[in-house]
């Protein structure tokens, strides 16, 4: 999740183009499923939803 984040906050500092804002989007939304997930003691869909927002966010940053 830290990863994730690390990533998404560099994003902001920059213009976007559309396939990089989708990026961001999304891995907004799987970063918020991850939290909801543990705060519910999910734990499997949590690991899951963190790992999706890793990965997405890498290669967000990867564009920038």
Do not use: C, H, Y
């Amino acid at each position: 999740v830290s990863v994730a984040e690390k990533n998404i906050a560099a994003s902001q500092t920059r213009p976007l183009n559309a396939m990089q804002s989708d990026l961001a989007s999304k891995v907004r939304s799987f970063l918020a499923e991850a939290r909801e997930a543990a705060r519910a003691g999910d734990w499997p869909r949590a690991s899951n939803a963190a790992k999706k927002a890793e990965v997405l966010s890498e290669e967000l940053a990867g564009s920038l």
